[in-house]
């Protein structure tokens, strides 16, 4: 997971700024592999360790993984999900402009359909 991170240049300098932020290797290796056969790695390494920490919510974005996820009873949410949350807590002002840099910078796939939705319950349609 953290390697599907630290692709993106600017965004391994922000992690390796983020003295809280652990990483944790798995121990369920038999599960990560059966889910191989459905997910790319860091989906698949991203629900495993969710269930060994018994995480509360588990960030996930590709469909099929949360479809999975879900099947696996973990609570999930999305980036989308968690703009969302912070705007509703005032820790950012808009969404759209964010979701904008995201789909132009770092090629963020979101369908028109979300998209709208999204500007909806954010209030900036």
Do not use: C
Not at 12 to 26: A, F, M, P, R, S
Not at 43 to 55: H, K
């Amino acid at each position: 997971m953290y390697e599907e991170l630290v692709t993106f240049v600017i965004v391994e300098d922000v992690i390796n700024d983020l003295y809280w932020l652990k990483t944790k290797g798995i121990e369920n290796r038999k599960r990560y592999h059966l889910l191989l056969q459905k997910l790319d790695p860091g989906e698949a390494e991203a629900i495993v360790l969710a269930q060994e920490l018994n995480a509360d919510l588990l960030l996930i974005d590709e469909r099929k993984g949360r479809q999975i996820a879900k099947e696996s009873g973990l609570r999930i949410t999305g980036l989308i999900g968690v703009l969302l949350e912070s705007k509703r807590r005032g820790e950012i002002e808009k969404v759209k402009p964010l979701i904008r840099k995201l789909r132009e910078q770092l090629g963020f796939r979101i369908s028109e359909s979300l998209y709208n939705k999204t500007l909806k319950l954010a209030g900036e349609e």
